[in-house]
């Protein structure tokens, strides 16, 4: 549809039915499109690291106000240089840089202790002691770069090694 219709500006959510976000862009950008994209995303997620990849241009978040996506819209198609929606790239950005890297076990006790289970609770459910799963929490503290276990759950929230459900 973008080769025959040719906006001047996308608006691509993270996830779509049939194609990612990310493989719209990759397509694009493959093609060397002039076409300006903004992606537009609930908050943090895997996905959206892999979609900075492909180097929109504007990021947008789905709580944004229509009269904020449509600003965007229009400065991306005017070509003004900087925009509320390239801010929220820019930071993305250096998120996505700095993205901490954990292993799977790590991954699954720090989702486990932010979904408030207890040491001994995690070590139950993971057949492993209690002092294992202290080790491991250690270990996500470091890399996160906090002293404690709350502060470590809400990094990894910002960090987008977690992410909210809207539901919960």
Known sequence: MVDALRPDVLVLDVFMPRLGGDQVLHELRSKESPLKVIILTAGPTPELHETLHQRPDALLYKSATCETICEQIVSLA????????????????????????????EQVVLELTAAGLKLHEIGEHLSVSKSVIGAHLQGIREKLEVRTTAAAVARAYDVGLLSRQLWS
């Open 78 to 105: 005017r070509g003004e240089d900087w925009s509320f929606g390239q801010a929220n790239l820019e930071r993305a950005m250096v998120l996505a840089c700095s993205r901490v890297k954990l292993n799977h076990r």
